[in-house]
């Protein structure tokens, strides 16, 4: 390149190029986005924060939660799960000899071993599980093959992955969960534990004010510093304030004083209890449980 | 090496060197005592992993408002001031110019140290707005991006009139990254940084978006582009294929501005894929880069002895290893164990303390005494600090990498408890504070020479002053002279 010319030329191209990539098209594409549905429900998603827990996110933002906390959960796949729920007039050892004879359909071969592991290992106890596959199609088939008067089976969608496992969450995080949030607190690192479903994991206000107070009162091997300035710790009047916090000895304020939560703690729970992803939407479907497995 | 740059001599690089001697000495003291500031917040926010509950009454200093404000102390008020000091006098000695307008960087520095100033102070009594690298209030970011205008004018001056005409690969780094950062910071900043936030995930897209443009992309700009200065220059050795330097150079603008969208944002598919894709590309420039570094400095018989050329060739060699682990942390089977852990954090500090600061330093130790007309106060000082700062990198950052695999490893098997899984980094955590603090030990140094320097400086000037005020008239004496020959 000879000319200053060309240089801006080349810097304004590419940067030009990821501006209308990255910044111009996801504005067009989501920057109007609106409710959506959840999936098999005439409910809007998602909620609006009550005017608490908006507050609340700004005290999670002047805080800083999201250097260690992230408010996304991520999913490896969805797999199918077919449960029996009910037998009727039949014994187990019946559905067991029924389900084997459909072991001659080739189209469900790919499945075959792991029912016959499954349902060797029963021992009769109802709801039960006999089938997680990948492949949505074939426990389809089962089911409608199983579907005899008496017998309930119910085939449910499950997201599978790490984070879903720890049990941060029915299904990952959707561009839709954060539609409200001003700003989005993503978070990049989990110094802590994801909190995109806090509110349903602990939904105990008392519990969350503890552990904003004295993590280590409710959680022993916790990292996280205490928030207590957003505790007032104050002279009992006549009686003990009915918001003052319960603590065990070793944490409690000298006798005579009670601990009570300034309006920014209460905000903060609140936000945290809004904290509910755990709907199943379009893009991220799941059966919710009706019947604990 | 630009050919013409030594038939120019007597043109006059000293001319050129005393116009940039105000305006480097107020962004390079700007810039030391904001390393300083940054340092010492993030070995706070580092020793609350050891001990949760270390000034943790205080509000401004939990660890949510120290972290980012460490972050931000060290890029915004380190690494982009210092960055243009090199660059103004790289941009003038390439154009065999004397600076443009020398006391518009003047007023730009202040105007940016008061900033910093505001943002720092603003993160830490709580008003940051949340979007990672951005933190800095309104009233911050106005001012930041007005003395970076003032500093632009001036650099883009002394680019227009510059009397040689030719360009070196270093114009096409340091013009680039002119014009990249007020377009990326006013696009973030209007659109994170008013009352009228975009609506849900578009937040994060912009900010990913403007955070991989300043901290990869504008880091690597000034860096390189300083370090394809100064390394021809002190190997003695011309700059290995100009050709290949054109390459790094768009492939790196081309590619590099395209990253930055993590593998598994809650976002549309074709956003993390299409930054995968990007992330995957830089691996081109960011493989150039060392070629030409390598072929540049080898065989040149140049030993570094804990010089400035030390301090840039490591910093090249963090550059490529921050690099990668940018591209491993953006390739989407990698960054499921990658994300959310220290691995991150990690590589960024490798970018921030590891690859630009240390090119800075080469850079400043290289200039300091060419601009000032005389040695380094301390120069036993300037190669201590060189030791002090690599291995502190090292220190620092290998650990955390390590420490973000594990933890990444241990987050994806759900049988080990979080606490347990958040248990393995601890020990790591502890060997990195140990690099800190051995960082800021360096920076100390470093800002121990530039103050030192400035003083001697300012008392030269002053003695030469009262010298000008008590000496005699020259009329005065050349009528006394006249009067005895009378």
Request: net charge positive; with cysteine.
């Amino acid at each position: 390149m000879k000319n200053g010319i060309a240089i801006v030329f080349a810097a304004v191209v590419a940067l030009g190029a990821s501006w209308c990539g990255l910044v111009l098209a996801p504005t067009l594409q989501l920057g109007g986005a609106k409710l959506t549905t959840v999936l098999n429900s005439p409910d809007t998603y998602p909620l609006q924060r009550t005017g608490e827990a908006s507050l609340g996110l700004q005290i999670y933002r002047a805080n800083g939660c999201a250097a260690c906390h992230t408010e996304q959960v991520r999913q490896d796949g969805i797999q199918a799960e077919l449960m029996l729920t009910a037998l009727g007039n039949y014994q187990p050892e019946d559905f067991k000899a029924f389900t084997e004879s459909l072991f001659v359909q080739q189209a469900l071969e790919p499945v075959t071993n792991a029912l016959a592991i499954n349902l060797k290992g029963w021992n009769g106890s109802l709801p039960f599980v006999f089938l997680t596959t990948s492949d949505k199609e074939i426990a389809d088939k089962i089911n409608q093959s199983i579907n005899v008067p008496g017998v309930k089976s119910e085939l449910r969608i499950v997201a599978t992955g790490a984070d879903l496992a720890r049990g941060w969450g029915p299904r990952r995080s959707v561009a839709a969960d954060y539609l409200y949030d001003q700003p989005v607190q993503l978070g990049r690192l989990r110094a802590g534990p994801d909190l995109a479903n806090i509110g349903v994991r602990q939904p105990d206000a008392n519990w969350q004010l503890l552990h904003l107070y004295a993590p280590k009162a409710v959680v022993p091997n916790s990292t996280m510093p205490s928030f207590k300035y957003l505790f007032a710790v104050r002279k009992i009047g006549a009686a003990l304030a009915p918001e003052a916090l319960k603590l065990n000895a070793e944490f409690a304020p000298a006798a005579g004083y009670e601990v009570v939560p300034t309006a920014a703690a209460k905000e903060l729970v609140a936000y945290l209890l809004s904290l509910r992803a755990n709907v199943p939407l379009y893009e991220a479907p799941f059966t919710p449980v009706t019947t604990k497995p | 090496m630009n050919p013409n740059e030594n038939t120019f001599v007597a043109c006059g690089s000293s001319k050129i060197d005393a116009s940039l001697r105000v305006p480097l000495l107020a962004l390079f003291g700007g810039a030391a005592v904001w390393l300083i500031v940054g340092l010492v917040l993030g070995l706070i926010a580092g020793i609350k992993f050891h001990a949760p509950e270390f000034l943790s009454t205080i509000p401004m200093l939990t660890y949510g408002r120290v972290a980012p404000a460490a972050n931000d102390a060290v890029l915004y008020g380190f690494c982009i001031p210092a960055g243009l000091g090199v660059m103004l006098w790289v941009l003038a000695r390439l154009s065999q110019m004397p600076l443009v307008l020398p006391m518009v960087p003047v007023v730009a520095a202040n105007l940016w140290n008061i900033g910093v100033l505001i943002g720092t102070g603003g993160i830490l009594i709580g008003e940051s707005t949340g979007h990672p690298w951005l933190e800095y209030p309104r009233a911050a970011a106005v001012i930041l991006f007005a003395a970076f205008l003032l500093i632009a004018v001036s650099a883009a001056g002394t680019f227009g009139w510059r009397r040689e005409r030719a360009l070196y690969p270093s114009h096409w780094f340091l013009f680039a990254a002119l014009l990249w950062f007020p377009w990326i910071y006013s696009t973030a900043s209007l659109l994170l940084n008013t009352v009228w936030l975009p609506r849900g995930v578009v937040q994060p897209v912009i900010g990913w978006w403007f955070a991989n443009n300043l901290v990869f992309v504008w880091l690597a700009l000034v860096g390189i582009g300083t370090a394809f200065y100064f390394l021809p220059k002190i190997s003695g050795k011309p700059l290995a294929g100009s050709g290949y330097a054109l390459f790094a150079f768009l492939t790196l603008v081309f590619f590099g501005a395209w990253c930055g969208i993590p593998a598994s944002a809650p976002v549309p598919a074709w956003l993390p894929t299409a930054s995968a894709f990007a992330a995957l590309l830089t691996i081109i420039p960011i493989l150039a880069i060392a070629i030409i570094t390598i072929k540049t400095v080898f065989g040149s018989g140049v030993s570094c002895q804990g010089g400035p050329f030390c301090f840039i060739k490591f910093g090249v060699v963090c550059f490529v290893l921050s690099g990668l682990m940018y591209v491993a942390s953006a390739c989407p089977q990698s960054s499921r164990v990658l994300e959310f852990t220290w691995f991150g954090f990690a590589q960024t500090q490798l970018q921030l303390l590891g690859f630009f600061a240390l090119i800075i330093f080469g850079a400043a130790y290289e200039i300091l005494p060419k601009i000032m007309g005389g040695a380094l106060p301390f120069p036993k000082l300037a190669k201590l600090h060189f030791f002090l700062t690599a291995g502190g990198v090292l220190l620092f950052v290998i650990p955390l990498a390590i420490a973000g695999v594990e933890q990444g490893k241990a987050l994806m098997n759900p049988a080990i408890a979080f606490a347990d899984a958040n248990g393995v980094t601890l020990k790591f955590l502890r060997i990195s504070t140990t690099g800190q603090l051995l960082i800021l030990l360096g920076a100390l140094l470093f800002a121990l020479n530039i103050f030192v320097m400035t003083m001697k400086w300012q008392l030269a000037l002053v003695k030469s002053l009262i010298a000008a005020v008590k000496a005699p008239l020259p009329e005065a004496t050349a009528q006394r002279d006249q009067e005895v020959k009378v």
